[in-house]
């Protein structure tokens, strides 16, 4: 089997699974909060056009540094490098 038959082969096992998903989804959906029913695609990791939430965040340098502040604070003695365990 090739690499893309593999592929293949995974993206096709996930269609089924990810429509389940999305039936046991909208059963338990509260209508009031999300009108539209969700798609089998939004549960595809596969999917080609995975809908967006509008909720993203570019990155750019200051993003990094500020999560480096938040995250990496205290590590490392402030020097660049790998980050001690």
Do not use: H
């Amino acid at each position: 089997m090739t690499l893309r038959e593999l592929r293949w082969a995974a993206e096709a096992a996930w269609e089924p699974q990810a429509e389940m998903l999305a039936m046991t989804a909208n059963c338990n959906r509260d209508t009031k909060k999300r009108p539209q029913p969700f798609a089998g695609s939004e549960f595809n990791p596969y999917a080609e056009s995975r809908p967006s939430s509008g909720r993203t965040i570019p990155i750019t340098a200051a993003n990094i540094r500020m999560l480096k502040q938040v995250f990496c604070k205290g590590r490392n003695n402030g020097k660049p490098g790998l980050v001690k365990s």
